[in-house]
């Protein structure tokens, strides 16, 4: 599996980015596909994430009512809209594949595919 991010910029405060990840090697479906932002220093967020096929999309607080996670399973791509961004949202942001999505969806390590990540930076 490979996942490639892009759509990541400098942006003002309220601004908007569209950020992309694209997966190939697998077939979609079946899969929990995930947002993480890190910061250095801090541990790895889990800010949105969604199952294929299924209606649920996971929200951290932090970013719920702001950012919006869609998918193109066609395009086997992964969207996340954030929208009125703000400076605490600066952050290289990483999409991730786990095997499901459950309670712990935002934890990191139930993550075994990772992409290279791309950054954000709102001033």
């Known amino acids: 599996v490979q996942l490639v991010e892009s759509g990541g910029g400098s942006v003002q405060a309220g601004g908007s980015l569209r950020l992309s990840c694209v997966r190939s090697g697998y077939k979609w479906g079946g899969n929990c596909m995930g947002w993480f932002r890190e910061v250095p220093g801090k541990e790895r967020e889990g800010i949105a994430a969604?199952?294929?096929?299924?209606?649920?999309?996971y929200y951290a607080d932090s970013v719920k009512g702001r950012f919006t996670l869609s998918q193109d399973t066609a395009k086997n791509t992964m969207y996340l809209q954030m929208d009125s961004l703000l400076p605490d949202d600066t952050a290289m942001y990483y999409c991730?594949?786990?095997?499901?999505?459950?309670?712990?969806?935002?934890?990191?390590?139930?993550?075994?595919?990772w992409g290279q990540g791309t950054q954000v930076t709102v001033s």
């Open positions: 991730a594949q786990a095997w499901v999505c459950n309670d712990d969806w935002y934890q990191s390590t139930e993550y075994a595919h």
């Open positions: 969604t199952l294929h096929g299924a209606t649920n999309t």
